[in-house]
T-cell receptor, first 113, second 122 residues
Framework: DIVMTQSPDSLAVSLGERATINCKSS????????????LTWYQQKPGQPPKLLIYWASTRESGVPDRFSGSGSGTDFTLTISSLQAEDVAVYYC?????????FGQGTKLEMK | QVQLQESGPGLVKPSQTLSLTCNVS??????????WHWIRQRPGKGLEWIGYIYNNGATKYKPSLESRLSISLDTSKNQFSLKLNSVTAADTAVYYC??????????????WGQGTLATVSS
């Protein structure tokens, strides 16, 4: 199984400041035949299902604010929130869909400082 | 917009079978190339992919659950189901059903149900 490791486990950021969450996979999730990274990011608020934010490591899902961006390739990825808003307080997960079993990171809890 | 809704008993006794159903609206379980997934989240924990069923009925399961798991499809009712037998307290979780959008690739989860809590307890 591909192990996904996120850092940090929790993060406190001031309103309007940048938040950065890292995700590392135990093997590359870059598929050579289509040059795509099979990596997604989700946001989960309490009592709600996860919401897809980013797929192919850097493509924003329709309707997701452009303050959310994804970057990285191979085994190292980053989710950046450029200017934290109150509604961004949540737990964030990365997930690989390069191979089954699909696996998630342990989650990063983002709080307001 | 595809919407999913899980249903099933909230309480299951140890060693018995957990049965859940996911009703799909706004999309079709028989659509060519569609994958339908089950994902669970133990209380206070992270997300765990359980398995999927393809529109032709083919399945793929998480290996550690494969011996106890069955996912089936009923295209006439536009729903898919999960059966997990010989449950223990470790199977207590919120169970989500999820679907994909072809644009984001197989194994990304664009659409989620609200989740249903299944508790294993005598």
């Amino acid at each position: 199984d591909i192990v996904m490791t996120q850092s940090p486990d929790s993060l406190a950021v001031s309103l309007g400041e940048r938040a950065t969450i890292n995700c590392k996979s135990s093997q590359s999730v870059l598929y050579s035949s289509d040059n795509k990274n099979y990596l997604t990011w989700y946001q989960q608020k309490p009592g709600q299902p996860p919401k897809l934010l980013i797929y192919w490591a850097s493509t924003r899902e329709s309707g997701v604010p452009d303050r959310f961006s994804g970057s990285g390739s191979g085994t190292d990825f980053t989710l950046t929130i450029s200017s934290l808003q109150a509604e961004d307080v949540a737990v964030y997960y990365c997930q690989q869909y390069y191979s089954t079993p699909y696996t998630f990171g342990q989650g990063t809890k983002l709080e307001m400082k | 917009q595809v919407q999913l809704q899980e249903s099933g008993p909230g309480l299951v006794k140890p060693s018995q079978t957990l049965s859940l159903t996911c009703n799909v609206s706004g999309g079709s379980t028989s659509s060519s190339g569609s994958f339908w997934h089950w994902i669970r989240q133990r209380p206070g924990k992270g997300l765990e992919w359980i398995g999927y069923i393809y529109n032709n009925g083919a399945t793929k399961y998480k290996p550690s659950l494969e011996s106890r798991l069955s996912i089936s499809l009923d295209t006439s009712k536009n729903q898919f189901s999960l059966k997990l037998n010989s449950v223990t307290a470790a199977d207590t979780a919120v169970y989500y059903c999820a679907g994909e959008n072809a644009a984001s690739g197989i194994g990304s989860f664009d659409y989620w149900g609200q989740g249903t809590l299944a508790t294993v307890s005598s």
